[in-house]
């Protein structure tokens, strides 16, 4: 295989495990009834120590090196990251997987990228970019739409699918500000641990968690395993072939999560959530991963920061 070829590969294989991942959740929260804190909380952090265990002194470094502003730094880039992965993972259990996926992480989580690093870090659109940002905002409607009355359906689901992607999208910004100083895998485990950990502080205080039982615990391990398994090859795919093409085969993560509730469906007749028109919503997906492309068409050198694959 040609090495651009296999990069390529490598990056569409961490959208396709973020596909499963979620579907996986969809199955956690609705069929399992696993407790919604837990289950965003808990692989998180066994994520997170995988990555650190895999890099060991890039870790001792980065935890040496943080002074008392970026600890705080880090502390409010996991807040942002545990109230995104929360309320996707919400998002998830009312409107499944598939749907989620094409709002969020598909589409609206990169412009929301875009256009943060646009006011905070100085970075300007091109008109192309424009045409991009209008592409996504096309093909969310699409997947909001009601092909018979053609209204928008915009329930509670729906809105935390996008209001995720903002704080995502603004976890990622704020990413990019870190990873001028640090590894990305390093911090990547680091800011894991930590938004489980806060996301499990948080449960543990608003109400009593539901505790697993050996199955739900076997469960949540396997979760982490995603996590883990998708920035570790989102990374490397990253590598080898940049973050403009990394960032375009990413965005079919959201068409890729449909196929693989498809997939399982075929296999096992189990409860998932397609999206209520299939066929806008496939279409939709299509046009914010044309949108993405466009917002990713760099002609002055310039670079707004890639969006790594949330917990």
């Known amino acids: 295989m040609h ?61 040496r090196g943080l002074k008392r502003r970026g600890w705080a730094f880090l502390t409010l880039l996991s807040v942002f990251a545990a109230v995104g992965v929360i309320l996707w993972y919400d998002a ?15 589409s609206s989580e990169v412009l929301f990228v875009v256009v943060l690093s646009a006011l905070f870090l100085g970075e300007r659109l091109k ?18 739409v009601n092909k018979d009355t053609l209204e928008i359906t915009l ?40 938004s489980g950990a806060i996301l499990l502080a948080i449960g543990m205080v608003l109400l009593p968690i539901s505790w697993p039982d050996p199955v739900g615990w076997a469960v949540m391990i396997g979760l982490g395993l995603f996590p883990a398994l998708s920035i570790t090859t989102y990374y490397i795919g990253l590598q080898g072939i940049g973050a403009s093409l990394t960032s375009v085969l990413f965005s079919l993560s959201g068409i890729l999560t449909v196929v693989a509730q498809g997939s399982i469906l075929l296999l096992v007749p189990i409860d998932v959530i397609l999206p209520e028109n299939l066929l806008l919503a496939l279409i939709g ?27």
């Open 3 to 63: 090495r651009r070829s296999k990069y390529i590969a490598i990056v569409l294989f961490s959208a396709l495990v973020i596909a499963y991942e979620a579907v996986a959740i969809e199955l956690a929260l609705n069929t399992l009834s696993l407790d919604l804190f837990l289950v965003g909380s808990m692989p998180a952090i066994i994520a997170g120590l995988i990555i650190i265990a895999l890099n060991p002194r890039p870790t001792a470094g980065l935890l």
């Open 92 to 106: 998830v259990g009312r409107i499944g997987a598939g749907k989620e996926a094409i709002l969020g992480g598909g």
């Open 127 to 144: 008109r192309l970019e424009v045409l991009g940002s209008l592409l996504i905002l096309l093909g969310v409607f699409l997947v909001l």
């Open 155 to 194: 329930g509670l689901g729906e809105v935390e699918a996008i209001v995720s992607s903002f704080f995502l999208g603004a976890s990622a910004v704020m990413m990019a500000r870190v990873l001028r100083d640090y590894a990305v895998l390093p911090i990547s485990g680091v800011e894991l641990v930590f």
């Open 285 to 311: 997906g299509a046009i914010a991963v044309v949108g993405v492309y466009l917002l990713n068409r760099r002609q002055d050198g310039h670079k707004v920061p890639e969006a790594l694959p949330p917990a």
